[in-house]
Nanobody, 124 residues
Framework: QVHLVESGGGLVQPGGSLRLSCAPSGRTFVTSGMGWFRQAPGKEREFVAAITWSSGSTLQADSVQGRFTIHGGTAENTVYLQMNSLKPEDTAVYYC?????????????????WGQGTQVTVSS
């Protein structure tokens, strides 16, 4: 079951920027936070960033620290990922996800709701 829909992916040159969006697909559900993950061909899905609704606190992976920013939207279960200074190694399918858990939720198994992903390709 798909609970979330991502958009905003595409092809961008190294050093460029993209803004990914994630919104509910129409199903009703409750989350304590949301996150972004990515998966490159032949690799495992990895954590990118997360936000906790109650505190507004955010967490980013070391590989994107200082370049990517996660923030919530005004609508429920809506989240964005601003990606700047993109590198070829950022190329992957990006997924947004929602969790009912609290704390530093950084593994896919801790998330209950997922989107189908959006492709981001960084290439000249």
């Amino acid at each position: 079951q798909v609970h979330l829909v991502e958009s905003g992916g595409g092809l961008v040159q190294p050093g460029g920027s993209l803004r990914l969006s994630c919104a509910p697909s129409g199903r009703t559900f409750v989350t304590s936070g949301m996150g972004w993950f990515r998966q490159a061909p032949g690799k495992e899905r990895e954590f990118v960033a997360a936000i906790t609704w109650s505190s507004g606190s955010t967490l980013q992976a070391d590989s994107v620290q200082g370049r990517f920013t996660i923030h919530g939207g005004t609508a429920e279960n809506t989240v964005y990922l601003q990606m700047n200074s993109l590198k070829p190694e950022d190329t992957a399918v990006y997924y947004c996800a929602g969790t009912s858990r609290t704390g530093d939720v950084v593994t896919p198994v801790e998330y209950d709701y997922w989107g189908q992903g959006t492709q981001v390709t960084v290439s000249s």
